[in-house]
């Protein structure tokens, strides 16, 4: 059974937990995880990139020259994509680049990612975790005592957004904040520590247990 070690909000080790075997103690299939980023990856494109064809570029309705005698390669527009300031050629164009993944792969996937770095000890548990006020420093010495910061990119799960804690986190680089029943597999790849709240891991197992 996958084990983590649990802390206090200090950043001080207070004993360790049993991991639910139903979120991190799964066959891990690396092939669904990297299905699973790449289309999360893809469906953050907008998609809205454009270029200008030879019938789009402003101008060239006249010959530049005649066909003969000039001694220069023949030439019909100068809107020709040969021609500086013509038109593209096969340049890209506004797509959808949204891949779908059901609801069982991508669940696969998170139980998949989050067995392999319970395997590798990158899983915290926090025993709770509440600010009072917006406090940076605070939360960073927090997750520097945990040695999960600053040299480490840091997950945060939590069960519920709090204000306070948002905006105690949002301004240190390297460091995200997910809620339980929102965190992706993406998360879990991107981070090297994922910190878990006591709430957040309990929220979690209610939702992607079964």
């Known amino acids: 059974m996958a084990k983590a070690n649990v802390y206090e909000q200090d950043g001080k080790q207070a004993g360790s937990v049993d991991l639910p075997k139903s ?22 494109r907008q998609g809205t990139v454009n270029t200008k064809e030879r019938s789009d570029v402003r101008g060239g309705g006249k010959k530049p020259w005649r066909q003969k005698g000039t001694g220069r390669a023949r030439a019909g527009t100068i809107r020709s994509p040969l021609w500086r300031g013509g038109g593209t050629t096969f340049g890209p164009h506004p797509r959808d680049h949204r891949l779908k993944v059901n609801k069982q792969t991508k669940r696969l996937a998170l139980k998949s990612s989050l067995t392999a770095r319970a395997a590798d000890g990158d899983i915290m548990v926090l025993k709770a975790m509440s600010f009072d006020a917006p406090k940076t420093s605070a939360f960073a010495s927090m997750l520097r005592t945990m040695e999960a910061y600053p040299r480490k990119k840091a997950l945060v799960v939590v069960d519920k957004a709090d204000d306070a804690m948002l905006k105690s986190a949002r ?39 079964s």
């Open 23 to 44: 979120l991190f103690d799964v066959e891990v299939n690396e092939f669904v995880v990297h299905e699973v980023v790449i289309a999360y990856l893809a469906n953050q």
């Open 171 to 209: 301004n240190i680089a390297g460091v995200r904040v997910a809620l339980a029943n929102e965190v992706t597999t993406y998360d879990i790849v991107w981070a090297d520590k994922i910190v878990l709240t006591s709430a957040a891991l309990q929220r979690m197992e209610e939702v992607y247990a």
